[in-house]
């Protein structure tokens, strides 16, 4: 009796663990996920329209960066000026200058925040200009990844989780030339 209850305990262990087996097997070919790697830094740089979009961002930028400076430098003076003529002022004069620098402040920092804040008009330009050629290139991706049957398609150039990525699933080239920058 004693035997056949550890040969029953045996088999069931020996049903689980086949059927733990099969699970963890893998699928059939058929049933195989493809993947791809796309090299974004390289499918941008080979954009023209992406590298125009990029030096405008730079030349508005460093109009705008030129303009808070500009109110930067001239509360500095506003303050260096009050240093000097401080021994001079009566407390109401002293109290109107500090006010006016605070302010000249106060405005430098509100145009930096119009202008490169998180939802400011830096901001606002880059996702006018770029989101047309972000939308461009996800589509190519989308269509090629559908033609060839990828489940999924990585960035090379931004996740550093991949180590190694073989040239032959890398679709960069093939995207460029979906897009019409082809060599």
């Given at each position: ?38 090299d974004m830094d390289y499918v941008l740089k080979n954009i023209p329209a992406y590298e125009r979009a990029n ?129």
């Open positions: 009796m004693k035997q056949m209850i550890v040969k029953s305990n045996w088999s069931r262990l020996g049903v689980i663990l086949l059927l733990c087996l099969f699970a963890f097997m893998p699928f059939s070919k058929a049933n195989a996920q493809k993947f791809a790697l796309v030096e405008q961002l730079n030349q508005v930028s460093k109009k705008w960066q030129a303009e808070v400076e500009a109110l930067n430098t001239e509360a500095a003076t506003m303050y260096k000026n009050y240093q000097n003529e401080m021994v001079f002022l009566s407390q109401e004069q002293k109290k109107a200058k500090q006010e006016q620098i605070m302010q000249k402040e106060k405005e430098a920092a509100d145009l930096k925040q119009k202008y490169f804040g998180p939802e400011g008009e830096l901001f606002k330009k880059r996702e006018s200009l770029m989101t047309p050629i972000q939308e461009e290139i996800y589509n190519a991706v989308k269509d090629i990844s559908e033609l060839r049957g990828y489940s999924l398609v990585l960035d090379r150039a931004s996740d550093t989780a991949i180590i190694f990525g073989s040239p032959k699933i890398d679709i960069s080239d093939e995207v460029l030339q979906k897009l019409g920058y082809g060599k």
